[in-house]
Each structure stands twice: as structure tokens, then as C-alpha cells.
């Protein structure tokens, strides 16, 4: 301020007493720049976005503010494909991702730390610190031991790579694009400059080491200064009034936090000269009109709005004009801005009222900001400035506002409606990978796998999967979604039912990861059509009745079992087994990059997860396993002879057509019937249609066993059919 350059001129050329004179005219000066008690400052700027302007003053904060920063080293962008695919008969596609790696420079100060980042609007870093997208994050602070970034210093060079000492700045590595439409964000810093409450000495002592202004700053909690420090002061001042004093041997702001009464003035001098004021009394009053515009509209960044920017009004009734919005650029919270507004209003109201009064004794006590009370009037007064001449020390007083009047509205503060951003925890991922029946689309010379990936969580981003062949190496599969697969357990046990007719028995209890997961009930056409598909176990089933139980809990009833081929599956069941809703959100897998290998799992790695998350692959062979013959016939003919018969099915036949026979969908018909053990029969007779005699002398030498027969497919056996026992 021009006060502090007056004075440090006069000191050096006329010492105390030159100081004190040239801290008077740069009292005026001040009051010529900064203006009076109706100030306003820079006008509020709205959330800005990260920029990159060659030149740019970065500025300092204080507090907690909501900063926009300003690139300073990039990388190009970096290009990741994937190739999924390109198996027999099957195309390739290749997918592309793109990461960057920036730093952005956010004071030039030192910082305490990074709190919520906003990329686009919408949370990029939580306040716990958990990035909601790939990549990594590093912060510095912009302390005097602050070394040079690695990833700086291996791209540009050890020799060409700065510390940036005295700057505090981020460094993201190898951030994700893909939520940004491939391009760096719009992002905004949560900067947590100081800790505990601000004071203006923070402002200060950083450029004026010899000044006293522990100045408490109620209520903001942050505050940046993206220029000289008078303008930060000529923000502050139109809320609070800092009369500024550099006449001692320190600049000293808001003399009256030193006082711990008012100074009692001296009666007043009178004139010596015509034409000064007070001729009879030595001291002139005036009370000024109410302005046209009275300062009542306070602008702020709302701290309990994301920093966004807020509005206060102080009460009263309306006057003639449009009244004055200040705009304070500082964090506060809408109770702490409604009190700044209202005190701004009263100041403006009593602050019309001066007296010009003329003493005859000069007391270093009274000096600018310094409270005074008169003899013979109320109130209590404020000196703004003093005037040496010769007829006495002319002091220039301002109203004080008096304590009941100046007193916390009881009018609440209403921040407004707002909407944040979530900000929650990326959940753990969860997994489950299985093998179908084939569904009849397609060759059905591949195997169906599949893999349901979901989480506990909504705020869940999706995962990456991969395959472990066995070798703990893993192999991507490409992206696993990001729309949750519903997914539980088994609270009971399913009993064992036919799978020829519904079961209506008492069901079977499932808790869903996420209570907010959903299921309904299916009428009998859409079971028809395949709704309401689960993988309960190795059991595939569907269910038309959806009874919620609450907190998760379902009750699922009226059955079908056994769906695809899998009435080998009915028994067994037991409480805790997996639940799978085989609908429309499980991701496919490429057979051809999953293999063969019968201990492989699958993988998924997300945000939320330390390590990943592997599962088996249940059912597997299931999509090309031939189904197992049904409805076995057995008879004896006149010679002795046992007739076996049964009828086939097929894969993925699961339509049945009028006046049409199932397709085999096999390269021939097989069959293999055994006697014995199916695993180690003692006889065995491979035929291509679904019968087989066995004539009497035969049957005699051999060994007495039940006979099975099994469906021999392109690829594998089906599960055995029991014939009879009959030998």
C-alpha cells in the first residue's frame, strides 16, 4: 500500500517524525486507490477451468480454496490397444484407450496438502484421498526440500528438470481419458493451504516481515491473492474494515485490537485561524444521506456448496435504489457470509455520521484505526485519519456501530439447494465366471464362458479382466463392464425337485450383494420365452415368483429346474452357494484367450481392489457336452432277446417346431452303451441310432450290472442314462 512506501521514504529522510508524515499522505493516497467505506472489489469469478497461458501469475492461497491451477508439463498422449478375438470363425476387434501424464501448478506457496479434485464437474479424487479413475497421483507441496519429480526428470532429463521449489504443484501419471472423451478434463484443486483458523498475519508476514497483523478473519475459510497484496486488502476491506498505520516503526492494521478500551479524547482546541471548522466548539459534525446504493448483497464461494459461488442478502427494508453487491473472492460458509453482510450494511448506515475534531497534544495513542470516545457524545468513534497543523492535530472520526446493533442476525442462512457429486469408496469387485449350455445360436463348436462382475457398491467403475492359464501370469480379456451383475448367495438349501414339472415347494432364499439390487416376478409366457435365468450352484433354474424379505433378501419360488440340460444338478444344494441372474449383464469371453487348461481362473482387477479377484470357471464343458437320452424303454422279446431303446436330445434345441424333427446339431448320431460302472464299464457297444438288442446268449456271458447309455457328441460324452439292471 502506498502507506508503507510514504513512510519508509520519510523515515529515511526525516526520521520518526518524517515517517509519521509520510504514512499521512499515504494514508490519502490509499484512500485515493481503495476508496472509501462503500468499496467493492474485483468481481467474483465463477469455478474456472485448468488452463495453460504462458506468463501467468500463479497466486497464493491461504486456507481452503477451490483453485483451478495451471498445466505445466505434459506429456503426449499415450495410445493402448487390445485385440479380443480373431478365434476360429470368430473376427478380431481392437479396442483403444488413452492415457496422459501432466503436472499442474497450484501455488506459489507452500500447502499443507490436496483435499477433493473435480475433473468435468464431477469427483476425480475423493476426500479420502481414492482416485475414481485409472492412474496415479503425486503431490508437492512446494516446501524448500521438495526434490524434482521422477517421472520429470526421466522424461526431460536430471539436468533440465527443476525442483520447482516454492511451488506446489501435482504430478498425474498415466490418468485414464476414457470418462473424458480421450482429452484432459476441466479440473478444479481442492487446495488445503493452512490449517487452523486464518489470521491476515498468514497474508502479511509472508511479504512484510516487520508488521503486526494478527488480524483474526472470522468465518473465511480460505482465501487466495492472485495479485499485490493491496488489492487482497482492498477486497477485504468493504467486509472488514482494516485501517491500516505505518507512522511507528511497523505497519500496524486494526489498531483497535490493541486497545483494550477506547481512548477518552481531550476537550477540543479552538481555532486560532478563520475558516477552519469548529470556530466555537473546536470539532464539526455531519451525518452524510443514505447512498443511493447501500452495499447489502454479499457474493462468496459457498464453502457447503462445493465452493460454488453463493449469495447473501442483509435483512432490512428495501430502499429507493438497487442495492450493492460486494464480491468477495474468499470460502465461507452461508451462516458466516449472512453475518459479513450484515455487518457490512450496519457499518454503511452508521458509518454516514463523522465528526472532525481538533486537539491540542499529540498522543502516539491516536493514530488511524485507533477507537476514541468524546466528551459529551455518545458512541464511540473510530480515527480514519489526522491532520498535524498549526492550530492543533486535526483527528478524522467515523461512527462506531454500536454492540446491540451490531449483533448476529437471528434470520437463519440458507445456502440454497445443491446437488454434490458422489463421493463414496470404490467397492471391492466381485466375480463369478461359469460355462452355459449352448442357447442354439451360432456353430456351438465354442464353449460359452462367461463372467459376471459386479460389487456391493453403485459407485462401482467397472474392472478389467484377465485369465490365469496356471501360470500366474495374467492375460487380459478386455473390459468387464460397467453395469452390475446381479449377484448372492444361497441363505438355504434347494431341495430336490423334477425337472419336468414346476416346483412349487417352499423356493429357496437369496441375499444380493447390494440391497438396492432388484428382481421381479415373470408370468409363465415370459418363463417361456427364458426370463428370470439363474445360476443357483451348477444348477441353472428360472423362477417366477420374486418375493422381496427385506435388506437384500429374496424369496424365489415357483421353479423351474434343471433348465439347459442340467436335471443331473437338481440335488446337492446347499446354503452359501453362489446366485447369478443370467440376464443381458454378464460379458462373454473369448474361448480362443481363456484356453483350455481345466485349472485356469478368471480374474478381474477394479479400482477398489488391492489385488485381484480370481474365480473358477464352474460348469465347464457344459456348452459342448451332448445332452443325456431320456425316456429309457426296455423289453424281452419271445428268444430272449433284451430290447433297449430312448429317446435323444440336442443341444441347444430348446424350441420345439410342429410337424418338424429336432436338428442333432452333432456330426453324427452316437451312442455308447456301457455295462458296469460308466467311468470303467466291463462291456461296452457303440451304435448310431437309439436302440440296441442284446440277444440271450450274449446276456449269459456276461456279468450281472445296470446298463447306461450315453449320447457320444463332436466333442464330449453325455451325462450316462440309466436302462435297467436286468442281465
Known sequence: MATLLFSAVGTMLGGPLGGALGALAGRAVDSAIIGGGN????????????????????????????????????????????????GKGQPSVTTYSYTVSFAVALASRPIAGIGRIWADGNLLRGAAGDLKTGGTMRIHTGWGDQAADPLIAAAEGVDRCPAWRGLAYVVFEDLALGDFFNRIPALAFEVIADTGDLSLRQVV??????????????????????????????????????????????????R???????????????????????????????????????????????????YQPGVQRAAGRAGPGQPQVIELPAALAAADARRLAEGMAQRAGWRRETIAWRSAGLDPALAPGALVVLPGIAGRWRITAWEWRDGGVELALERVVPAPAAAAPAAPA???????????????????????????????????????????????????????????????????GRTRCILGHAETALAPASPLLFDRGAGVVVALADPAMDLADATGRRLALGANRALLGGEVIQFGRAQPLGAGRWRLSALLRGRGGGESAVAGHRAGESFV??????????????????????????????????????????????????????????DGTLALAWTRRARGAWDWPDGADTPLHEEAERYLVTLGDPAAPAAAWTVAEPRLALAGNMLAALPAGPLHVRQQGSHALSAPLFLTTSI
Not at 50 to 62: C, D, I, N, Q, V
Not at 79 to 85: I, K, L, R
Not at 584 to 594: E, K, S, W
Open 39 to 86: 468499496r467493492e472489489g474485483a468481481r467474483l469469478k465463477e469455478l474456472a477451468p485448468t488452463t495453460s497461458t504462458y506468463g501467468e501469475a500463479l497466486p497464493r492461497h491461504f486456507g481452503r480454496m477451490r483453485v483451478p491451477g495451471s498445466i505445466i508439463w505434459a506429456t503426449d498422449l499415450v495410445e493402448h490397444s487390445e485385440t479380443q478375438g480373431g
Open 414 to 480: 440458507d445456502a440454497g439447494r445443491f446437488a454434490p457429486p458422489p463421493d463414496l469408496p470404490a467397492p471391492a469387485t466381485l466375480l463369478a465366471a461359469f460355462e452355459l449350455p449352448w442357447d442354439g445360436t451360432g456353430s456351438g463348436d465354442r464353449p460359452a464362458i462367461f463372467a459376471a462382475v459386479s460389487a456391493a457398491g453403485a459407485n462401482w467403475r467397472g474392472a478389467a479382466l484377465y485369465v490365469d492359464r496356471g501360470d500366474g501370469a495374467l492375460q487380459p480379456l478386455g473390459p468387464g
Open 205 to 254: 508476514g509472508e511479504l512484510i516481515g516487520d508488521a503486526d497483523a494478527a488480524v483474526p478473519l472470522p468465518g473465511i475459510a480460505g482465501l487466495s491473492c492472485e495479485g499485490p497484496l493491496a488489492d487482497t486488502l482492498r477486497l477485504l476491506d468493504p467486509v472488514l474494515p482494516m485501517d491500516c498505520d505505518a507512522g511507528g516503526e511497523r505497519l500496524t492494521i486494526a
Open 581 to 638: 441372474l443370467l440376464d443381458a449383464r454378464p460379458v462373454a469371453l473369448d474361448p480362443a484367450l481363456v484356453g483350455t487348461a481345466p485349472e485356469a481362473l478368471i480374474a478381474a482387477v477394479g479400482l477398489g481392489d488391492a489385488a485381484p479377484v480370481t474365480a473358477a470357471i464352474a460348469g465347464r464343458g457344459m456348452t459342448l457336452r451332448p445332452l443325456a437320452p431320456v425316456h429309457s424303454r426296455v423289453g424281452r422279446l419271445a
Open 256 to 306: 483497535e485490537r490493541l486497545q483494550q478500551a477506547p481512548v477518552l479524547l481531550p476537550e477540543p482546541a479552538l481555532p486560532v485561524d478563520d475558516g477552519d471548522f469548529g470556530a466555537r466548539s473546536g470539532f464539526s459534525r455531519r451525518r452524510d444521506p443514505a447512498p443511493a446504493a447501500p452495499p447489502a448483497i454479499l457474493r462468496y464461494y459457498d464453502t457447503g456448496r462445493d
